[in-house]
């Protein structure tokens, strides 16, 4: 069956570049969720889209912007990098604003050096 | 203000015997939990959920128990295997409904064969 898809899985970028990451979601997924685990953290969630609206919004820093597309998939831009930006950031996927299917990716591996 | 909170960092267990993970969270509004598994450099994969209407859920060798009077839920490993050595996530939906997940800190799982 087909997963979440997120690119590229590593990525490495010095402070104050700007980086985009990718995902795409299950076929027929609407919604998508973004999602940051810092080391030793746990995912804190950023931002997610239903429809390609803006559904919800969480600690997501003001560098950072995201949106949907019209094939539904996503991509997180982040400006002005930090050395603290640097963690996992997961994508998921679902039907609907809900829980049914929700799916992760396996990550982008962001490092700021 | 941690909304989600798994106390225990790690556990290490028998194979073959009971693993317990335990779970508390603050909010009384959330309408369904969640738990995940997690390797290293992997996205969370989904377990097992159990909404807030009911107070267990069983798949197989995992059951999930909710007390909401007490704000606690449990997941139930029986038997534990090796392959169950990984990073186990509790989260949270609701109540905004847009498929936002909280997050607990996260508990390592040791199986000792």
């Known amino acids: 069956a087909a997963g979440v898809i997120q690119s590229p899985r590593h990525l490495i970028k010095e402070k104050r570049e700007t980086a985009t990451l990718k995902c795409y979601p299950i076929?027929?997924?609407?919604?998508v969720y973004w999602y940051q685990q810092g080391p030793g953290q746990d995912p804190q969630f950023l931002i997610s889209f239903y429809e390609k609206m803006q559904s919800d919004k969480g600690s997501i820093p003001d560098r950072f912007s995201a949106q949907q597309f019209s094939d539904y998939h996503s991509e997180l831009n982040m400006s002005s990098l930090e050395l603290g930006d640097s963690a996992l950031y997961f994508c998921?996927?679902?039907?609907?604003?809900?829980?049914?299917?929700?799916?992760f990716g396996s990550g982008t591996r962001l490092t700021v050096v | 203000d941690q909304q989600v909170k798994q106390n225990s960092p790690s556990l290490s267990v028998q194979e073959g015997r009971i693993s317990i993970l335990n779970c508390d969270y603050t909010n009384s509004m959330f309408d369904y939990f969640l738990w995940y598994k997690k390797y290293p450099a992997e996205g969370p994969t989904f377990l097992i959920s159990?909404?807030?209407?009911?107070d267990k859920n069983e798949d197989g060798r995992f059951t999930v128990f909710l007390n909401k009077s007490a704000k606690h839920l449990s997941l139930h490993i029986v038997p534990s295997q090796p392959g169950d050595s990984a990073v186990y996530f509790c989260?949270?939906?609701?109540?905004?409904?847009?498929?936002?997940?909280?997050f607990g800190q996260g508990t390592t799982l040791q199986v000792k064969p």
């Open positions: 076929p027929r997924h609407d919604t």
């Open positions: 159990i909404s807030s209407i009911k």
């Open positions: 998921a996927s679902s039907l609907g604003r809900g829980i049914y299917g929700y799916t």
């Open positions: 989260a949270a939906s609701g109540p905004s409904n847009t498929g936002k997940l909280i």
